[in-house]
């Protein structure tokens, strides 16, 4: 029932919205990019950020003399939090407005619904969110992190560092969750962590009442072994959580949890202090010391006229997925898809972290894995940070994938080729 | 007194540490402090143990300035120091000593970064230091600290202590860490067999982690003791458990009262299927937020006020725009439910996009007042504030609109137009400016309810749409029209949840709830506490 209702709604808000936004007329001697990010509905709270960062990229790129010698021009559409409604938008913005690439989607439902209209139609997405892997498109490029580019780093310092022996996987139920927890455990069992020291619960979308949730976790931390929380607990539902977790009196030095969906937007709308300690995994935090980073930073106060704007990791997904298709459209010479789709792989972009992020045949990049506690300040203290990690697609910790590659170069060009028989198309897509 | 005191208690630390062997030479605390400048965080834990181990007083300042990010590196000669002040050169200090030691730009200096385990390992090293400090308050906490993280080497500290201290509430928790620091000693065992029993004592989950923690490292006759003090801790617990769940059960309960009551009002006493019910819920919050707001730049020291300044000013804020949605919109509408549905979702929608162009799509700040925050234990029951003011909170909302209904001359006017409109309207009274009113007072109170799930939710745009359908649903299921059937269906609901959520989980949990209510309403389509007579048809 709230579902549909939801739905209902998301369609009715978007039909008012869409005719306003879509509308923007180009002439001729521009190159058109979508951004295809929700600014009504429940995903607005995180979308809306994005659509300003591609924005202000274009708006910097344009400043630089645009690309190919043309003047970069956004077209922004509003999905509205839809999923099918994804789908309809990304059609018409390849269609009908002819745009080069689009910058859009955060949830992986969003992402599912519009695959098959980028393929079909022949064009590029990037795709600037963690998620869950096993998925690997020739027209769709993952910027943020998979599984091992957070997760599996995240749990590794959690073992190393704090000497954690059980581990309790909390989540939001839906697909991302579900399907980093079930990595998550293979993995924890290949280090020897016995199976009755995992708890994996999850609750719903929005979940607002977590009394008996933590009061749960405090139960399972007292077995007289250090234990910690692993979140992919989803943005609304995390406030409630943390302030019942500083309520309950956990503090991070007895039971920490690290979170994969928490970053300096989430904790914007926190009182920090109680948290203290609690730690993220992510490929960029705005405490970053860097310079490349520091200009960014100074830029995005600028773009906002608004100096308390933070900024996050999808943000720095977004700007290298933004400036690696603008270096391959200069390598190419053109922004037809399949001659940008060639020239993209192996492209080098600065990432915000003092290093370089390199596109992969995988269509997954090259960033490192940064740790961070939680400041009073409502920033992250960085308390670890690895080498480069390639993004893994096909997880090597799920029996369906432990088989499989993607690598889109000429020859093989190839989302889900299996090793162990030696042919395109094992399972999944 | 208090240095002689500090020297006896450093005489016989220093004692125990030759009994352990260590040698005084060996912990020199400035060689010490500028090791920290090149360790990794596993070093550190190290070193921070070898400096508790001094039992010097004197480093305390430097431990709690290390605790709060105040330790820097000066990167010219590796040296550590305290580095305090705001601006671009700080003043330094030595850490061993604490003495002045001239001033250094920012930038000639690197933070020591801390992080959980440091933090720990300064905690257990300052709990041991602080354990003969003169002031009660630190010394509890210290014994807390120790308590926390049970180790041999505070044995001969936490004796020292105990000799000394006179408070009985401190002199309980030094026992209890005593007895938690002796378990992992190499005291005999007919000492150990004692400390089982207080730690038995203590109870809680706390207990049995401790108790399980030592299980493994104790003399193997131990085992049987242990494992009955857990089997016995356990048997408590199960009791308690029960009553948490009721306590549980009693706030989800009382947050599905406030967020329905207004609607007991709009949908329940004048028919009118209001979905923009929870963005009333939600304007309630951003009023909390604005005042919040107002107070923290014109009148911090309010700032605990804050709550009880924004209660009138949501209540009257989305009174107001609960009566112009009544006159300009659901006033056309009466008698056509499913035209108000479609209306009131639609006003819903252009009120939440509303406030999202007005404030942004993200969360917004709503701090707790410190009354609000942390919890307290009752017996097992560990009873968080926030959770036990909203309970009391919405029991006073619902005794106040209660006696408004029943005793007011509104009230009886309400009342009466609902019954019976006509005859009401031949009475005098002006029945369209009831019902602007009437909806107007659901309206105000769905305000008021937003101030109080400020404290325990987001505050964003999306806020009302997690509650509208809890709120419909208990409205329904405690029956309509009727305050006490939504006073009872509110709670019972909280608490079948909170039980079945520990068995089932979170997901399946609430499925279950629903279904057990479509079955109820099979049975008794008119919810728990029906309407009777004419005024039902």
């Known amino acids: 029932m709230s579902l549909k209702i939801k739905l209902s709604g998301a369609l009715l808000a978007a039909a008012m919205s869409a005719t306003a936004l879509s509308g923007a007329f180009a002439a001729e001697d521009t190159i058109k990019i979508g951004v295809l990010h929700s600014l009504s509905g429940t995903m607005a709270i995180s979308e809306t950020t994005l659509k300003d960062a591609v924005l202000m990229l274009v708006e910097e790129q344009n400043k630089k003399g645009g690309v190919l010698g043309k003047k970069l021009e956004a077209v922004v559409v509003d999905p509205a939090s839809d999923w099918p409604l994804f789908a309809e938008k990304a059609r018409d913005l390849i269609a009908k407005d002819k745009v080069a690439a689009v910058f859009g989607c955060w949830t992986s439902s969003s992402r599912k619904s519009v695959l098959p209209v980028f393929e079909e139609l022949n064009s590029i997405l990037f795709y600037p969110v963690q998620y869950e892997g096993e998925e690997s498109s020739r027209n769709i490029f993952y910027t943020g992190a998979a599984p091992n580019q957070q997760a599996i780093p995240a749990v590794d310092y959690l073992l190393e560092e704090e000497g954690v022996k059980r581990f309790v996987l909390e989540g939001t139920d839906y697909v991302y969750p579900r399907t980093t927890n079930k990595i998550l455990e293979a993995y924890l069992i290949s280090k020897g962590i016995p199976k009755e020291d995992i708890l994996i619960n999850y609750t719903p979308f929005g979940f607002s009442d977590w009394q008996t949730e933590v009061a749960k976790i405090k139960e399972f931390g007292s077995a007289g072994k250090k234990a910690a929380v692993v979140s992919t607990v989803n943005g609304d539902a995390n406030v409630p959580f943390y302030k019942e977790l500083g309520n309950q009196g956990i503090k991070a030095t007895d039971i920490p949890v690290v979170a994969f969906s928490v970053g300096e937007e989430e904790l914007a709308g926190l009182d920090t202090k109680p948290l203290v300690g609690h730690l993220a995994a992510w490929n960029y935090f705005q405490s970053v010391e860097a310079d490349a980073n520091a200009e960014f930073i100074k830029t995005w106060h600028a773009y906002t006229k608004n100096d308390k704007r933070v900024t996050n990791d999808p943000m720095e997904a977004t700007y290298i997925g933004f400036n690696a298709w603008v270096k391959a459209v200069e390598a190419a010479g053109t922004t037809d898809t399949d001659k940008v789709l060639d020239s993209i792989i192996g492209v080098a972009v600065p990432n915000l972290s003092g290093g370089y992020s390199t596109v992969m045949p995988n269509h997954h990049i090259t960033k490192p894995v940064l740790i961070g506690e939680i400041q009073e300040d409502g920033q992250f203290s960085i308390v670890k940070e690895t080498a480069s990690v390639v993004g893994d697609e096909w997880s090597d910790f799920l029996p369906d994938s432990k088989d499989l590659i993607s690598d889109w170069r000429a020859p093989m060009s190839c989302g889900n080729f299996n090793v162990a028989t030696g042919k395109c198309g094992g399972k999944g897509k | 007194m208090t240095t002689f005191r500090n020297a006896a208690a450093a005489f016989a630390f220093l004692l125990s540490l030759l009994f352990s062997g260590l040698a005084a030479a060996q912990s020199d605390p400035a060689a010490l402090f500028d090791q920290l400048g090149k360790a990794n965080f596993a070093e550190t834990e190290k070193i921070i143990a070898e400096l508790g181990k001094t039992g010097d007083v004197k480093l305390v300042p430097a431990f709690e300035a290390f605790s709060a990010g105040d330790l820097y590196l000066r990167k010219e000669d590796g040296k550590v120091f305290v580095a305090r002040g705001t601006g671009a050169t700080l003043q330094l200090f030595n850490p061993a000593t604490g003495e002045a030691t001239g001033e250094a730009a920012k930038g000639a200096l690197t ?427």
């Open chain 2, 111 to 537: 933070k020591l970064k801390v992080n959980n385990t440091v933090r720990r390992a300064i905690n257990n090293a300052l709990g041991g230091l602080t354990l003969l400090s003169p002031d009660k308050a630190v010394r509890f906490a210290a014994a807390q600290a120790v308590l926390k993280s049970p180790s041999a080497d505070n044995l001969a500290l936490l004796e020292a202590a105990l000799e000394k201290e006179t408070d009985s509430g401190v002199r309980t928790i030094m026992e209890e860490a005593k007895a938690v620091s002796l378990l992992s000693s190499d005291r005999p065992v007919d000492q150990k067999k004692l400390a089982i029993e207080t730690i038995k004592k203590i109870g809680g989950r706390d207990a049995i982690g401790i108790l399980r923690s030592a299980e493994a490292s104790v003399d193997a006759s131990l085992k049987p003791d242990i494992d009955k003090a857990i089997a016995g801790i356990e048997d408590t617990l199960k009791l308690w458990d029960a009553a948490q769940n009721v306590w549980y059960g009693l706030s989800l309960g009382s947050v599905l009262l406030l967020a329905a009551i207004g609607l007991a009002i709009t949908f329940g006493v004048m028919g009118v299927i209001n979905m923009a019910h929870g963005e009333m819920v939600m304007i309630g919050a951003y009023s909390t937020f604005i005042v919040q707001e107002f107070i923290r730049q014109n009148a911090p020291e309010l700032f605990d006020w804050s709550l009880a300044i924004a209660l009138p000013v949501a209540f009257v804020v989305t009174g107001a725009v609960g009566l112009v949605l009544e006159r300009s919109v659901i006033r056309f509408l009466y008698g056509r439910p499913l035209e108000t549905l479609l209306a009131t979702w639609g006003v819903s929608l252009v009120l939440q996009q509303a406030v999202r162009s007005l404030f942004g799509p993200t969360n917004r700040e709503v701090g707790n007042p410190s009354w609000m925050s942390g919890s307290f234990q009752l017996g097992g029951l560990a009873i968080t504030w926030n959770r036990l003011w909203i309970i009391l909170f919405s029991i006073v909302v619902f005794l106040a609109l209660l006696a408004l209904l029943k005793r007011s001359a509104f009230g009886l006017q309400m009342r009466a137009v609902t019954q019976n409109r006509r005859m009401a309207s031949s009475m005098g009274i002006k029945t369209p400016w009831v019902d602007a009113f009437t909806f107007a007072l659901g309206s105000g109170i769905a305000g008021l309810a937003g101030v109080a799930l400020s404290q325990i939710d987001n505050v964003s745009p999306n806020l009302g749409q997690s509650y509208i359908i809890d709120s419909f649903m208990v409205v329904v299921f405690g029956g309509v029209g009727n305050l006490w059937g939504t006073l009872v269906g509110a709670l019972s609901l909280g608490i079948v949840n909170k039980f079945l959520e520990p068995y089932v989980g979170a997901v399946l949990g609430k499925i279950l709830v629903l279904v057990l209510i479509i079955l109820f309403i099979q049975k008794r389509p008119r919810g728990l506490f029906a309407l009777k007579g004419r005024a039902v048809e």
